[in-house]
């Protein structure tokens, strides 16, 4: 088996502390934290991008996002 591969519909994600969620070609989909914060890195983006809680990031670009709970917690939602 590879990579173990996050089929997201629409609705809460809870990643572990330490896990990262990775997300391909979601260009146009909008990421929100939920619960606690998250950090974001967008292929082909310079600047990461840190979300507060209750914030939301719409995603620009195809290619890779990978999404990374901030100090512990987070519940992320994906539209």
Do not use: H, K
């Amino acid at each position: 088996g590879g990579p173990m591969r996050l089929e997201l519909d629409s609705g809460a994600v809870r990643p572990s502390p330490n896990q990262t969620l990775r997300l391909r070609d979601s260009a146009g989909s909008t990421v929100c934290a939920v619960e606690g914060a998250v950090w974001i890195t967008e292929e082909n983006q310079a600047r990461d991008i840190v979300l507060a809680q209750a914030a939301c990031y719409r995603l620009r670009n195809r290619g890779l996002a990978v999404i990374n709970p901030l100090g512990g917690m987070a519940a992320v939602e994906l539209a």
